[in-house]
């Protein structure tokens, strides 16, 4: 009994940091739709400079406040991105602002480097709170309590603020209806400017705050990122009290789960999520979101046609060039050049369904990953030839996109991106744990290319064809009947069904076509590589897709492959100095400055102000 | 004359509001029936019902006699009943005649071919549907930069496109000029007429619908408040209350003032 | 959001710059491919390239390798294995490295493995742990240099099964590491003290651990002892719930790789006292070669070196032994001079096995205290690698068949 109250305190403990972090973004998801990636980054930067102020700040004091100052920086650090990145691109297409966040966590990933260095730091603990006191015999540590005791107090300062204020009415008002507030004679900018800050200062305490529970390294922005994604999902997004009761809840049963399932520390979190998701689809407490109800921001996109003979000319000769690679380069531009058509494939798969089907899937390399996996288990355990292999891993992943798509579908929006996360996620655990059959972070090695593809060249060419040919069908189905049915039902899915589209049938099948092809990319991707491991399936593969289909251009219908080409090859060549994470960062978010409707979109809009050219088709 | 739809006792309860309560009418076949009532009084609630994009409370909802009472709209329509939404909801990245092609791949079954050049096929017909409505120079331009007049026009063309034999129109002229208005409701009573269709329709513009509806029913909380010929509803007293109390029966032809289609 | 047409050709341009790579130079040097985390692990990356750096300097000082310089070109593959390989290609087409060397993630290393030996190209695995690169993955292009997991385990075992504790308690991050070092632990110590009870196993994420709940669960069991592979921000907060919540107190624990000064030093005056563990005791070196290397480390860096840094010095006197011992850079001659290699290095004489491609690089065993508000080791003894490693037989039966 004694044990399992102490347990209950730890997981409570546990709740606070996670609780503030979650609601920072919970809040500056509410009001401005941003999809923060950039959050964890916050909580890092709290931690850091709550290390560094308590080296300067002696005594009780000093640390409390060390832990508010930091919080206030780290919002102030939001300011800027908010500033300097993030409003330049309101105006862009739904979630682009993402990539941007994006950029800002390698931008703050190297300067973290530069000014704290690489190793770890210990958290100082706090003073006066250094022992434990005994519960019903069980020791529990002060700070512990302590923190159990602030956390509440910070949800009700939270709640007076929203509820309580004007400022706060605004807020809320705004997390309803955006154009209401503008039209109230608000500036909108500023009071987004001010929420940020908010949202950013609680990541900034929740990174101090746990400074004596553990320390600052320079990979919690990415640790802590699926966590609080999931709390603010169980909890609803936007709401505060649901993001306070999933972080005590995900706490809680993981203090329970590590005592009497040690093995369940990977995938515990994903399960609660993907279990309430299917029970209450909008979380916790959160609202039901509407279909459009936020409005598509920005342009219409343009309507499609096939591309002309000109570009198909074009493309042909871009092709025959490719063909000429071998003979012309080294063979190292011939394993690049399969990099960059595999990753091709895999973002031209995920922006099928993305930018024709408007499902913003968060989940998008668990196909890839099945793919690759499902190709190796075969040759590693049945030594299945190379040529079978090749075509069941599509199988696969098409089988799993079916059972993804059949759960996530009944939600929409950010919603259905976050379930999509959480089960990529359940995948990827799976993986991970289960080590006898996957190899798990080991992953499986040896699969290589039958005889006839062994060579760089002929698996190039291999690559070549199915790969390109993979994009061209894609793209001709953009073009079909089908491909019309899917952006009908993303356009207006009230008038789809009422012309007899069964619109989540058409999204159904498209999400397990794009996920058959994101296979065909991974066992590309696994027979020109020879192995395969976890991190394929991981959060960041998928983010690295819908990067490249942003910032390509959501809008077009080549976004997602000229996104993933320019990617990678400026990686490559980027990766070869030592502050590419800066370089890279900087880079992206000048892009996203640049050209918010992303590269090929930014691009057409030029062609269409210049006066040598209306392109129609990209 | 024998009737197409038959609702009865159709009740819509919102959180235990009462939207729509115990609502039974027919339209006969050919018939233009309007459905009005003032603001609130429960005339789109009803047409969603009508259609599946709100499952009733209680009621029954019979077309051709047969019960489709809660079947969702894609089913609905592929019995021969074609809407037009108050606000619209047409495919912006789609051109004019895309939309209406979309219409006929989804009436001829086509929705899963993945070979074909969608914007080639039905292409004749959708032109045909456009002349209908007036607007074949406007085929190749993109949805999203139409006027909204033309839009409304155009969501008739949609709703023709899989050769309805009932067609549920909410608010066909909202948001339009009062002129064009005119135009567009002799338009429907027109197409209503050659292609021997039946049609349901609320709209505003009393003018309008004493100028073309073969009858009217008018709904006030949800209720029946009345139902009868033009003539007959023209001198109704309680419909006179209910509308002298909102003043807007006989309102200045904008029909702004009413303000339901304020946000559309 | 307009853009100027001058903005975007300078863009254009930029682009087009970047897609061409200048090609590399060829100079007559002997190059040597080094693929690591460098941002991703930079904690243990630099060192480890600094002790890289020290030691390529001393070669080429004493006139190289053959003739020749010897010239590293160090890659980051941003801890993604599908772009080691990437890389790993590049560097072997195009930049004329004659061997590839680094990692650290056990995953990359069994991926350039795999790629070395379907390329016919060599690979010193210098600091991945896991077993199986040179056993059940092991291939013929492929050596490795670090004590493995399995060796360093069973050092920590041999101490465990000298004292009374019956009961053991095993924390590990939940992945394949994590699960060969409790699998190697557990073999090992029952081997030599059969009655021995594991009575709970811990499988915290890596770097998610929720310490608080994994003492309590371990409290629970009341262990005799408690075997510890956590290590980084997972072993700070472990020891910190642990120190609070008086879970050492009274409990023989042993530390994989704890004492190593990357891992010991961040925990300050709170490293644990009184824990059995691996490490690198540098500062404790009264004299020989260990000492020589440790002077010539902190004379140039001005700061203390840590394991990595002599793994790193080592893997370059490896390599130059190596290339020596073959006399060319062809890979069948490199294979050969490598196999039954034996190269002279701070902690002695070290062998790379023909039967395995193991080198019997050991590790220091010894007990935790505190000194001047850091942890370092007391104690300690230099463990020889060649005495854990499994018989011929065993190995044998471990190797696929070539």
């Known amino acids: 009994m004694g044990l399992i109250f102490a347990q209950l305190l730890t997981g409570l403990a546990n709740a606070a940091a996670l609780f503030l972090v979650a609601s920072g973004l919970s809040l500056i998801f509410g009001v401005t739709r941003i999809v923060n990636f950039s959050h964890g980054s916050f909580y890092m930067l709290g931690a850091f400079i709550g290390y560094s102020l308590m080296q300067v700040l002696p005594g009780a004091i000093g640390f409390w406040s060390s832990v508010l100052l930091a919080g206030v920086a780290v919002g102030i650090i939001g300011v800027i991105v908010e500033i300097l990145v993030l409003r330049p691109v309101y105006k862009a297409p739904e979630l682009f602002q993402l990539v941007a966040t994006f950029g800002v966590i390698l931008v703050i990933q190297d300067l973290a480097l530069l000014i704290w260095g690489a190793e770890d730091v210990l958290g100082p603990r706090a003073p006066g709170l250094k022992g434990i006191v005994r519960i019903m015999g069980e020791p529990v540590p002060k700070f512990d309590l302590a923190l159990i005791a602030i956390t509440p107090f910070v949800l009700f300062a939270l709640w007076y603020l929203l509820t309580k204020t004007r400022v706060g009415i605004l807020v809320r008002a705004a997390t309803q209806d955006r154009e209401m507030v503008g039209a109230l004679g608000v500036n909108q900018a500023w009071l987004f400017t001010g929420v940020f800050f908010l949202g950013a200062a609680l990541a900034g305490l929740g990174g101090a705050i746990q400074l004596p529970k553990g320390g600052a390294d320079l990979l919690m922005d990415f640790t802590i990122l699926a966590s609080i994604f999931v709390v603010v999902v169980i909890g609803g997004m936007g709401s505060l009290p649901g993001a306070y009761i999933a972080a005590v809840l995900i706490s809680v049963l993981n203090v329970f789960g590590v005592s009497y399932l040690p093995q369940s520390t990977l995938v515990l979190m994903f399960v609660v999520m993907a279990v309430v998701l299917t029970i209450r689809p909008y979380g916790l407490l959160g609202r039901e979101e509407k279909a459009g109800e936020h409005g598509q921001v920005g342009e219409p996109e343009l309507p499609i046609k096939p591309a002309s003979l000109t570009i198909r000319l074009l493309v042909l000769a871009l092709i025959a060039l490719l063909a000429c690679l071998p003979f012309v380069a080294p063979s190292f531009f011939t394993i690049l050049a399969t990099d960059v058509i595999v990753f091709c494939l895999f973002a031209a798969s995920l922006h099928f369904i993305l930018g024709l089907g408007g499902l913003v899937s968060f989940g998008h390399a668990a196909f890839f990953g099945t793919g690759a996996y499902v190709a190796a288990l075969l040759v590693t355990y049945v030594g299945t030839p190379m040529e079978l292999a090749f075509l069941l891993a599509p199988v696969g992943a098409f089988l799993l996109a079916i059972i993804i798509g059949w759960l996530c579908l009944r939600l929409s929006g950010v919603y259905f991106a976050m379930l999509t996360l959480a089960l990529a996620q359940l995948v990827w655990s799976l993986v991970f744990q289960w080590d006898d059959f996957t190899g798990g972070d080991d992953g499986l090695v040896d699969i290589w290319p039958s005889a006839w593809l062994r060579d760089t060249t002929s698996y190039f060419y291999f690559t070549m064809v199915i790969g390109i040919g993979g994009i061209l069908f894609l793209r001709h189905l953009a073009h079909s009947p089908f491909g019309y049915a899917l952006r009908a039902s993303r356009d207006s899915a009230r008038q789809a069904e009422a012309t007899g589209i069964h619109t989540k049938r058409i999204q159904w099948v498209s999400f397990a076509i794009a996920g058959a092809l994101a296979g065909v990319a991974g066992a590309l991707f696994v027979f020109s590589k020879g192995s395969v491991f976890p991190v394929e399936l991981e959060i960041a593969k998928s983010f690295d897709g819908l990067i490249v289909v942003f910032l390509g251009g959501v809008k077009t219908l080549s976004g997602g492959v000229v996104g993933a080409a320019a990617l990678t090859l400026v990686q490559d060549y980027i990766t070869r100095f030592e502050y590419w994470r800066l370089a890279l960062g900087l880079l992206i978010i000048l892009v996203v400055i640049i050209a918010p409707n992303g590269i090929v979109g930014s691009l057409r809009k030029l062609a269409h102000w210049l006066p040598f050219g209306r392109s129609k088709s990209t | ?264 | ?402």
Request: proline fraction near 4%.
């Open chain 2, 1 to 264: 004359m024998t009737s197409i739809l038959q609702v009865t006792g159709l009740t819509k309860h919102f959180d235990g509001l009462a939207a729509v309560s115990d609502v039974s009418f027919e339209v006969k076949r050919g018939e233009l029936l309007a459905l009005i009532g003032p603001n609130g009084a429960g005339k789109t609630t009803c047409f969603n019902m009508l259609m599946g994009q709100l499952k009733p409370t209680a009621g029954k909802v019979e077309f051709n006699g047969r019960d489709i009472t809660g079947l969702p709209p894609r089913k609905v329509w592929r019995l021969g009943i074609g809407r037009t939404f108050q606000i619209t909801g047409t495919y912006p990245s789609m051109t004019v005649v895309e939309n209406i092609q979309m219409a006929l791949l989804s009436h001829h079954r086509r929705l899963f071919d993945f070979k074909s050049y969608a914007h080639l096929e039905y292409k004749k017909e959708a032109i045909n549907l456009l002349e209908l409505v007036g607007m074949p120079e406007q085929a190749e331009r993109a949805c999203a930069i139409l006027a909204y007049g033309d839009l409304k026009r155009l969501e008739l063309a949609i709703a023709l496109a899989h050769e309805p034999s009932l067609l549920l129109m909410d608010e066909p002229t909202a948001g339009m000029a009062p002129r064009e208005r005119i135009a567009l409701m002799q338009l429907t009573a027109d197409i209503v007429e050659q292609r021997n269709i039946s049609a349901l329709f609320t709209e505003h513009d009393m003018d309008v619908v004493f100028a073309h509806a073969h009858r009217i029913i008018v709904l006030n909380r949800g209720e029946v408040i009345a139902s009868g010929s033009v003539e007959q509803i023209r001198n109704d007293a309680q419909v006179r209350e209910v509308y002298l109390g909102g003043g807007t029966l006989y309102q200045s032809a904008d029909g702004s003032a009413d303000g339901e289609h304020s946000h559309a």
């Open chain 3, 1 to 402: 959001m307009k853009l100027d047409r001058r903005t975007f050709f300078a863009s254009l341009a930029l682009v087009g710059s970047l897609a061409l790579p200048a090609f590399a130079t060829a100079a007559d040097t002997i190059k040597i491919g080094e693929i690591n985390h460098y941002k991703r692990m930079a904690a243990f990356a630099e060192p480890y390239k600094k002790g890289i750096e020290l030691a390529l300097d001393e070669v080429n000082g004493a006139g190289g390798v053959l003739g020749k310089p010897l010239e590293f070109i160090f890659r980051d593959d941003q801890g993604k294995p599908g772009e080691a390989v990437k890389i790993a290609e590049e560097l072997m087409t195009r930049e004329g490295t004659v061997m590839i060397t680094g990692t650290i993630l056990s995953n990359i290393g069994l991926a350039i493995s795999s790629l070395a030996a379907e390329k016919k190209f060599l690979y010193l695995a210098s600091e991945p742990l896991a077993d199986s690169i040179v056993w059940e993955k092991g291939n013929k292009y492929t050596f490795r240099l670090r004590a493995s997991t399995h060796m360093q385990a069973s050092m920590l075992a041999e101490a465990a099964s000298k004292t009374d504790a019956k009961t053991f308690a095993t924390i590990a991050p939940n992945y394949a590491y994590g699960k060969d070092a409790v699998a190697a632990f557990k073999k090992a110590l029952t081997a030599l003290k059969p009655d021995a009870e594991f009575v709970t196993e811990q499988w915290p994420a890596l770097f998610k651990i929720d310490a608080g709940a994994e003492v309590q669960a371990i409290e629970r069991a009341k262990p005799d002892a408690i075997y510890n592979v956590t290590f980084g921000g997972d072993l700070a907060k472990f020891v910190r719930e642990g120190t609070t919540r008086g879970l050492f107190d009274g409990r023989d624990v042993y530390g994989l790789l704890t004492g190593e000064p990357e891992y010991i030093d961040p925990l300050k005056d709170e490293a644990p006292e009184g824990w059995t563990v691996t490490g690198y005791p540098w500062y404790d070196f009264e004299e020989g070669d260990n000492k020589t290397f440790v002077d010539a480390y902190m004379a140039r860096y001005d700061e203390r070196p840590g394991i990595g840094s002599l793994v790193g010095y080592m893997t370059v006197q490896s390599i130059a032994a190596g290339i020596t011992a073959a006399g060319s850079t062809d890979t069948d001659a490199l294979i050969a001079g490598f196999e039954g290699l034996d190269v002279d290095t701070p902690v002695g004489k070290i062998h790379f096995r023909e039967i395995d491609h193991q080198a019997t690089m050991g590790a220091f065993v010894g007990t935790t205290a505190l000194k001047d508000g850091a942890g370092i080791m007391v104690d300690w003894s230099y463990k020889d690698g060649a005495d854990y490693l499994p018989s011929d037989e065993e190995v044998a039966k471990l190797r696929p068949a070539e």
